[in-house]
């Protein structure tokens, strides 16, 4: 069973890893074994309670009103279908992110891990985020 402590030492960071997938838990799994704190976020109930089995720290978007990391990864399903990006579900996990953001007072790393067609970042994301939160990219994010 892996465990780590709830506050990690300066040179470490505090990470949500927004998907809890195989991409997402590999992602988490690997970056708390070298003593970084992690926050795994994810709608599958079954998943969360697994995660919280293994010693972490596992929410539901709906848990989740406020940003206390330093850097959110999103690891979310980004399915081709028809030979056609999917965005939805990276939609929606941005935008319920970007919401938490509008009062967030510190800068915030942000990270696309699930696969995306190219600029979909700084086409997608990005604007998506501002939008929402009403902050500005390189500024306050």
Known sequence: MLRQSRTPPEDH???????SGFVGQATGKG???????????D????RLAALRQEG???????EATTIDTD???FCVPTPTIGAKFQADILRQAVEEFAWRLRGHNRY???VVRSTVPPKTTRDFVLPLI???S????GRDF
Do not use: C, Q
């Open 130 to 132: 501002e939008e929402v």
């Open 13 to 19: 960071m505090n990470i949500t890893v927004v998907g």
């Open 71 to 73: 850097v959110t990864m």
């Open 108 to 110: 915030h790393v942000i």
């Open 56 to 62: 972490f720290r596992a929410l539901h978007p709906t």
């Open 134 to 137: 009403g902050k500005k990219a």
């Open 31 to 41: 970056l708390a074994k070298h003593g970084n704190k992690i926050t795994f976020l």
């Open 43 to 46: 709608v599958d109930r079954d």
